[in-house]
């Protein structure tokens, strides 16, 4: 059994992320180093694999390994006989690129299942089909974004609770596709800290994002404001990395402490198949 020491780690950007070597997934799940997995996650918040061959039933292992795993309710992403598992595609079962976006709510800043009571632990990608050009994603540092915070601002936070609502988020970005009745009432608008205390590091993080509706407590209008200028100013240049995509990349990352985004691409020429799983977290505090 592997343990973090022995994999190979290259930094990705100054604030976070980490390229790992010297694991294979396409080895049976019992003798893939999940505690190790876990432990180089909380240090380094992103892990990417690149060139592996992480078979359905691996990623589920894997996930599985760290805690209990995530059906999403969006149920026609289900992929591969898991409902473990969400695909990502725009193509048809040609193989040919259909124009449409599978989730556009993607394309804005978010960490994924705040939507939820227990909001997403880690978020598992594995990379089947890419574009040549765009469809990167990109993610940032909310430790980082906390610890820039200047001290005013923090303590007003510390008492401020931001309410998530998947309703919400889809409808304003997708339009199309609306969530139906029975979704809607699987997942009502939650509250949640607007910083939270990783749980396993103890350190705070601006816990926001694109799920957010309004402010527990503040004026409806006053509280979309409010929310829009602070995940303005939470991303910042310096505590970005920005992933391009290589077919058979795996990522994985902690949604606890980090924001992402995927960017556009030509939906309609261009190929991009990517196989999700996310894994429950806790409920933030
Ligand atoms: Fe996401």
């Given at each position: ?58 990623q589920v292992?894997?996930a599985r390994?760290?805690?209990?795993v995530q059906v999403h ?5 289900h992929?591969?006989?898991f409902p473990e598992l969400y ?190 799983c996310t ?7």
């Amino acid at each position: 059994m592997q343990t973090e020491a022995q994999f190979r780690v290259r930094r990705l950007a100054p604030a976070l992320g980490a390229e790992l070597s010297g694991i294979d997934f396409s080895l049976p799940a019992e003798a893939l180093p999940i505690k190790a997995l876990y432990a180089a996650l909380l240090e380094h918040q992103l892990l990417l694999f690149r060139g592996q061959t992480v078979p359905p039933e691996t990623q589920v292992a894997i996930a599985r390994g760290f805690g209990e795993v995530q059906v999403h309710v969006m149920n026609q992403y289900h992929a591969d006989g898991f409902p473990e598992l969400y695909r990502l595609s725009n193509v048809d079962e040609k193989g040919r690129p259909t124009g449409k976006h599978p989730d556009r709510g993607t394309l804005a800043w978010h960490t994924d299942g705040s939507w939820q009571r227990r909001t997403g632990q880690a978020t598992m990608l594995y990379a089947e089909r890419v574009p040549d050009e765009g469809g990167g994603t990109e993610w940032c540092d909310m430790y980082g974004a906390y610890d820039a915070l200047e001290p005013t601002l923090r303590t007003q936070l510390a008492g401020l609770r931001a309410v998530h609502n998947l309703d919400f988020s889809r409808n304003r970005r997708h339009g199309e596709e609306p969530m139906s009745e029975e979704q809607k009432r699987a997942v009502p608008p939650v509250d949640h800290p607007i910083v939270r205390t990783h749980p396993d590091t103890g350190r705070k993080a601006v816990f926001l994002g694109d799920h957010a509706e309004s402010i527990v407590g503040m004026d409806y209008a006053a509280g979309r404001r409010f929310i829009d200028a602070l995940n303005a100013r939470i991303v910042r240049p310096e505590l970005v990395y920005a992933h391009r995509w290589q077919a058979q990349d795996f990522v994985i990352w902690d949604n606890r402490c980090t924001l992402h985004r995927a960017l556009a691409y030509d939906t309609a020429n261009a190929a991009r198949v990517i196989r999700r799983c996310t894994v429950l977290g806790e409920v933030p505090a």
